[in-house]
């Protein structure tokens, strides 16, 4: 492949230019995230002893763990807004981090890893003009992280830890249960099953000391219907939904996960698949229009680009990478609906055209799990 001259100078000093972009970024765009002073006022009463104040009222959907890392994020902060060095060290985690990402997982060298790592960081530059992770809830980016590395270790055999970090996504909000499916990529039923009561105890566990200081109303929230979401096209006089609604939509969600990781358990790519399709359902179904919902698809979208490896076809590495420009583009516009179903569309071709790779080639770091994959499909059936 040959290149422009002027483009060559851009590819070597891609790790620079984005780390200056992103701190860039960090001073010249908005950053007054939702919720997140709330949540980390409650984070302090946590702090200081106090259980009640932090969910008496039914409006903190946030678990105790994302208050209590609220309350860090917002050191040194003023009002609403998180302090500079914070946001510039975030936005540059953020976007290193996605190009990290390409690095460790493809197989490839020169030119070819330089255009996927530029074209990750770009990504991960677009996200802040949405802007993700400052638009409200930057705690839960880290929610699909924690669902594909415990499918992950799932497949290792690594049940308490794999349990541990579902118990700690849930900790982080109540909703990352839909994401318990995700270890069906690496397991059956069976496994899977006792992992998911782990999971949930150590989740619970977080909540318990609210509910048995009577302190606890999480369940008593309603949600407006929005008139841009589906709930209201399908049933435009419904104007609040409560929790057995919610549960409605928990199934779906989660029905959905489960279909993927179970149908492409032995593809590697679907470890970031999975949790991608579970935050796209959720988004798409939900009652509620929010443009933080697209902070988690950042990063499930972003590995989802890493994992398909620099040794795949040249086409399907592109569409792999179109997810990310599209929810880009409806976070930008506004359009979660639409956006999420056409990103849901895209993962699904993306997932069935399938991984064809050369020997000795492909995602290194799921090589081992290649390797084993007639061991791990023997336990399927456990």
Same mark, same amino acid.
């Given at each position: %492949?040959?290149?422009?001259?002027?483009?060559?100078?851009? !590819?070597?000093?891609?790790?620079?230019?984005?780390?200056?972009?992103?701190?860039?970024?960090?001073?010249?765009?908005?950053?007054?995230?939702?919720?997140?002073?709330?949540?980390?006022?409650? @984070?302090?009463?946590? !702090?200081?002893?106090?259980?009640?104040?932090?969910?008496?009222?039914?409006?903190?959907?946030?678990?105790?763990?994302?208050?209590?890392?609220?309350?860090?994020? %917002? =050191?040194?902060?003023?009002?609403?807004?998180?302090?500079?060095? *914070?946001? %510039?060290?975030?936005?540059?985690? !953020?976007?290193?981090?996605? %190009?990290?990402?390409?690095?460790?997982?493809?197989?490839?060298?020169?030119?070819?890893?330089?255009?996927?790592?530029?074209?990750?960081?770009?990504?991960?530059?677009?996200?802040?003009?949405?802007?993700?992770?400052?638009?409200?809830?930057?705690?839960?980016?880290?929610?699909?992280?924690?669902?594909?590395?415990?499918?992950?270790?799932?497949?290792?055999?690594?049940? @308490?830890?794999?349990?541990? =970090? !579902?118990? /700690?996504?849930?900790?982080?909000?109540?909703?990352?249960?839909? $994401?318990?499916?995700? =270890?069906?990529?690496?397991?059956?039923?069976?496994?899977?099953?006792? &992992?998911?009561?782990?999971? @949930?105890?150590?989740?619970?566990? @977080?909540?318990?000391?609210?509910?048995?200081?009577?302190?606890?109303?999480?369940?008593? +929230?309603?949600?407006?219907?929005?008139?841009?979401?589906?709930?209201?096209?399908?049933?435009?006089?419904?104007?609040?939904?409560?929790?057995?609604?919610?549960?409605?939509?928990?199934?779906?969600? /989660?029905?959905?996960?489960?279909?993927?990781?179970?149908?492409?358990?032995?593809?590697?790519?679907?470890?970031?698949?999975?949790?991608?399709?579970?935050?796209?359902?959720?988004?798409?179904?939900?009652?509620? &229009?929010?443009?933080?919902?697209?902070?988690? *698809?950042?990063?499930?979208?972003? =590995?989802?680009? /890493?994992?398909?490896?620099?040794?795949?076809?040249?086409?399907?590495?592109?569409?792999?990478?179109?997810?990310?420009?599209?929810?880009?583009?409806? $976070?930008?516009?506004?359009?979660? *609906?639409?956006?999420?179903?056409?990103?849901?569309?895209?993962?699904?071709?993306?997932?069935?055209?399938?991984?064809?790779?050369?020997?000795?080639?492909?995602?290194?770091?799921?090589?081992?799990?290649?390797?084993?994959?007639? +061991?791990?499909?023997?336990?399927?059936?456990?």
């Amino acid at each position: %492949m040959t290149l422009p001259r002027w483009v060559e100078p851009l !590819l070597r000093g891609r790790w620079v230019a984005a780390t200056l972009l992103a701190a860039v970024f960090a001073v010249v765009l908005p950053a007054a995230p939702v919720d997140t002073a709330e949540f980390a006022a409650a @984070g302090q009463r946590i !702090l200081d002893g106090h259980l009640d104040g932090v969910y008496d009222s039914g409006w903190n959907q946030a678990g105790p763990l994302q208050l209590l890392l609220s309350r860090v994020l %917002m =050191l040194g902060g003023a009002g609403d807004t998180p302090a500079l060095p *914070v946001r %510039m060290a975030v936005n540059v985690a !953020l976007v290193l981090g996605s %190009m990290a990402l390409c690095r460790r997982f493809g197989a490839a060298a020169g030119l070819r890893a330089a255009l996927r790592e530029s074209a990750a960081g770009v990504l991960g530059l677009l996200w802040f003009l949405v802007p993700v992770p400052w638009w409200g809830h930057p705690i839960e980016l880290a929610i699909p992280a924690l669902w594909a590395y415990a499918s992950f270790l799932q497949g290792r055999g690594r049940t @308490g830890t794999a349990a541990a =970090l !579902l118990g /700690a996504s849930v900790a982080i909000a109540p909703w990352a249960v839909l $994401g318990f499916p995700c =270890l069906l990529a690496a397991s059956g039923l069976g496994r899977a099953l006792r &992992t998911w009561i782990l999971a @949930g105890l150590a989740g619970a566990a @977080g909540y318990l000391p609210f509910v048995v200081a009577g302190h606890f109303g999480m369940f008593r +929230h309603v949600w407006k219907v929005d008139p841009d979401s589906l709930v209201h096209l399908l049933f435009p006089d419904l104007a609040t939904v409560s929790w057995p609604l919610r549960l409605v939509q928990a199934v779906v969600v /989660a029905g959905g996960c489960a279909a993927v990781a179970w149908r492409f358990r032995d593809q590697p790519v679907v470890y970031a698949a999975a949790p991608a399709a579970a935050l796209l359902i959720r988004m798409f179904v939900d009652p509620v &229009t929010l443009r933080y919902y697209w902070g988690p *698809v950042a990063v499930a979208i972003t =590995l989802l680009f /890493a994992l398909v490896g620099a040794a795949e076809r040249p086409w399907r590495q592109l569409l792999a990478l179109l997810p990310g420009y599209l929810a880009v583009c409806a $976070g930008l516009a506004g359009k979660q *609906v639409t956006g999420a179903a056409a990103c849901l569309v895209v993962l699904l071709a993306v997932l069935l055209a399938g991984v064809r790779r050369p020997a000795g080639t492909g995602v290194v770091e799921w090589a081992d799990v290649s390797r084993s994959g007639a +061991h791990q499909r023997s336990r399927l059936h456990r």
